[in-house]
């Protein structure tokens, strides 16, 4: 029920997502390239990619790199496949992040940017991840962060009014729900962009994998 409700807000606001939050999307994409360290020669699966501006800034870096975006929103995916179309290596599917339609180990990295608020079962999701998860992979995800007030206030707002928003996390949080689905934090920050939003950024791995083995940082 969930999904249907934000798969229908999704499809509604498609055709202005992009020029409706272009200073939000720029910066905290942009960020999050730079923080996740994307080798050519890796394949990488984006949960939840929207209109597929986080594929465009990676291939205008690595126009040869293997990325697989899904979402649950048909007219996102829409307009990130003619973002993409001239890179016949890039692949959207519709797709649950609690569902995803891959093999076990298919990938080397596995990102998720500003959506982790929006899952109704974020131990699942983060699971699911962790089984697609290449042994030596890693997982960066970046979302609101409740540590900050402004993402307090947001948080209660949007669960009176936004039936698609399910709710924010403190880093420690956010942290535990890492860790309970087998994961090692290998390095994590949080951020402000601008006056008001505050977002975390994590990085991990499997427990046991290279991916995991970093010092954490705050």
């Known amino acids: 029920m969930i999904e249907t409700t934000v798969r229908k807000q999704y499809d509604h606001l498609a055709s202005v997502y992009d020029r409706r939050w272009k200073n939000y999307i720029s910066n905290t994409l942009s960020f999050l390239k730079t923080w996740a360290e994307i080798s050519p020669q890796d394949t990488v699966l984006d949960v939840a990619c929207g209109t597929g501006e986080l594929e465009r800034l990676l291939l205008t870096e690595h126009p040869t790199l293997k990325i697989v975006g899904v979402d649950i929103s048909e007219e996102m995916l829409a307009i990130a496949q003619e973002k993409c179309s001239v890179y016949p290596q890039v692949l959207f ?27 109704s079962d974020p131990l699942a999701a983060l699971i699911e991840m962790k089984r697609v998860l290449k042994p030596n992979g890693k997982i960066v995800i970046l979302d609101w962060c409740k540590d900050y007030l402004f993402c307090q206030i947001l948080d209660i707002i949007l669960k009176i009014f936004d039936p698609a928003h399910q709710q924010c996390y403190t880093q420690d949080e956010f942290h535990r729900l890492l860790t309970c689905a087998n994961f090692v934090v290998s390095r994590a920050t949080k951020v402000r962009f601008g006056v008001f939003w505050g977002l975390m950024v994590a990085t991990g791995g499997k427990a046991g994998g290279a991916g995991g083995q970093e010092r954490q940082g705050r």
Do not use: G
């Open 93 to 119: 599917h519709t797709a649950s992040a609690s569902a995803l339609p891959f093999a076990d180990d298919s990938f080397d990295v596995i990102v998720s940017a500003s959506s982790f608020h929006y899952f």
